[in-house]
């Protein structure tokens, strides 16, 4: 009798993991309703934390992300340690650019961002990455499925891995770690809401309101106390180390001019500017946008 009841215990429990495991998604499946959310949806909002390891010191920047279908970007950088060196990364009808408004500066980039690399913050980036690495390893928690894919950084080999936690609910993106080669997670993107039914205002996506938002600001700093110039090394580096640090004096202040040689060499020029109080025209540059830590910055084949 009890070998008999000790029989139907194990087909009972037996059944109890075949259920469950049925009612469990695949990776396939997982995936299919990630492109089909993406294609369905007209746009998102989502604010989220995001952590930098790659330099001596940790550094955080709140993260408020818009995108309207089919091309309009809004992804606005806070740091509320330096609230003069908050930027927007911004596409429109009219290019991409990158905003520091409290400091009057834009700047023009390729139109090409940001399909040619991986964003950690981009819900769409993170799908893209997830379909086109065969390779992406995939597992199942108790809330989210999560993904382990390759990157694609054409300025940084650093950072090849890519750990992506994906909402099992909403199937919306709730944690992204960005790993070096050992696997130790360099930048931490962890999104606190993410509104994929959002409204936006016709001028949402202007540069002209973007560019004002910092007006306030800048007219507030006029009537505070000159800081004094402190040098900010890059904490992304892409593999090259400080081999020179110059000092020039200047009629109002000093510049400092930095080598950097290794894997790929640059020089970094810093100084002290004087708000400009009217709104200048976007500087082109190229390159691909890259954080740089401190700073947005643009990097290319001979320059950064």
């Known amino acids: 009798m009890k070998k008999t009841f000790g029989i139907w215990i194990a087909i009972a429990f037996g059944l109890i993991l075949l259920l469950a495991a049925c009612g469990e998604k695949s990776q396939e499946d997982v995936v299919k309703k990630l492109e089909d959310k993406l294609e369905n949806m007209n746009g998102y909002k989502a604010a989220a934390e995001m952590k930098m390891n790659t330099g001596p010191e940790s550094l955080k920047y709140q993260l408020d992300i818009w995108h309207k279908k089919k091309d309009f970007y809004r992804v606005a950088l806070k740091n509320n340690q330096d609230e003069k060196g908050n930027q927007i990364i911004l596409k429109n009808e009219d290019g991409v650019f990158v905003l520091t408004p409290a400091l009057n500066k834009s700047f023009k980039f390729q139109r090409d961002w940001p399909?040619?690399?991986?964003?950690?913050?981009?819900f769409q980036s993170l799908v893209q990455d997830i379909v086109k690495d065969n390779e992406a390893t995939f597992k199942v928690t108790d809330a989210a499925y999560v993904f382990q894919t390759k990157t694609n950084y054409q300025s940084n080999n650093n950072l090849p891995y890519q750990e992506i936690h994906i909402d099992k609910k909403s199937y919306t993106p709730k944690l992204v770690k960005v790993l070096d080669k050992d696997k130790n997670a360099l930048v931490e993107v962890k999104f606190n809401n993410f509104d994929t039914n959002p409204s936006f205002k016709g001028d949402d996506f202007a540069l002209e309101k973007n560019m004002t938002s910092g007006a306030t600001e800048t007219s507030a700093s006029a009537n505070e106390t000159v800081d004094p110039f402190t040098v900010v090394l890059p904490t992304e580096t892409t593999g090259s180390e400080l081999?020179?640090?110059?000092?020039?004096?200047?009629?109002?202040?000093q510049r400092v001019v930095m080598t950097y040689e290794g894997e790929k060499n640059f020089t970094l020029i810093e100084e002290k500017k004087e708000v400009v109080p009217t709104l200048s025209s976007p500087q082109e540059v190229t390159g691909e946008i890259v954080n740089l830590g401190h700073t947005i910055g643009a990097i290319s084949d001979n320059s950064i």
């Open 115 to 122: 399909e040619k690399t991986s964003q950690p913050y981009l």
């Open 243 to 253: 081999a020179e640090k110059k000092e020039v004096d200047l009629e109002n202040g």
